[in-house]
């Protein structure tokens, strides 16, 4: 069965990075992209970016490039977002999805705190 | 890219059908095929319920239903349940190669 099982909490201070990770099985990992999507607080889903695990082509939404970066190791099936230059408003809950033009499995989420 | 439309909530009563709506541009929704909606209970990740406008994957109920007119989609929920009660969202493909989502709609099962 499909699964992708994230990493977990982090607590950072404003100005640091945190790096995401997002293991994959139950499939073959270079045939599908991985998307990253973020929720704040009482918020809606916001969506991040793509990759695509077999050539590792990247799409970002404007407001994170510069900021992020997403890689894959195929070589364990994992996906990995970093953001850098954490600011208080990047406080979330950040999921990873299988991406099939559409999101059909979801990682547990990782929230993500940035306080000082 | 700006945050597709949908209304901050709806609601109905058990066995009411229901339908929300998320509108965008022809640069998104009207512009694609690759629309989907997502269920989210409280503290846990979304559910795909519709994708491609109007495909459900398996196991989700036939009680759910997508559409497209122009640059609305539309999500239907007939035979409403207490379990239906979440926030739901859509998204779509975009002409720059991203995604977006829209702003989600709380669902009120009365």
């Known amino acids: 069965q499909v699964q992708l099982v994230q990493s977990g909490t982090e607590v950072k201070k404003p100005g640091a990075s945190v790096k995401v990770s997002c293991k994959a099985s139950?499939?073959?990992?270079?045939?599908?992209?991985i998307c990253w999507v973020r929720q704040a607080p009482g918020q809606g889903l916001e969506w991040m970016g793509w990759?695509?695990?077999?050539?590792?082509?990247?799409h970002y939404a404007q407001k994170f490039q510069g900021r992020v970066t997403m890689t894959t190791d195929t070589s364990t099936g994992t996906a990995y977002m970093e953001l850098r230059s954490l600011r208080s408003d990047d406080t979330a809950v950040y999921y990873c999805?299988?991406?099939?033009?559409?999101?059909?499995?979801w990682g547990q989420g990782t929230m993500v705190t940035v306080s000082s | 890219q700006s945050a597709l439309t949908q209304p901050a909530s709806v609601s109905g009563s058990p066995g009411q059908s229901i339908t929300i709506s998320c509108t965008g541009t022809?640069?998104?929704?009207?512009?694609?095929?690759?629309v989907s909606w997502y269920q989210q209970h409280p503290g846990k990740a979304p559910k795909l319920m519709i994708y491609?406008?109007?495909n459900r994957p398996s196991g989700v109920s036939n009680r759910f239903s997508g559409s497209k007119s122009g640059n609305t989609a539309s999500l239907t929920i007939s035979g409403l349940q207490a379990e239906d009660e979440a926030d739901y969202y859509c998204?779509?493909?975009?002409?720059?190669?991203?995604?977006?989502f829209g702003g989600g709609t709380k669902l009120t099962v009365l």
């Open positions: 990759i695509s695990p077999y050539n590792g082509d990247t």
């Open positions: 999805a299988r991406d099939t033009y559409a999101f059909d499995f």
């Open positions: 491609e406008v109007s």
């Open positions: 022809s640069s998104d929704i009207g512009g694609y095929k690759y």
């Open positions: 139950g499939y073959t990992f270079t045939s599908y992209g």
């Open positions: 998204n779509s493909y975009t002409s720059s190669n991203t995604r977006v």
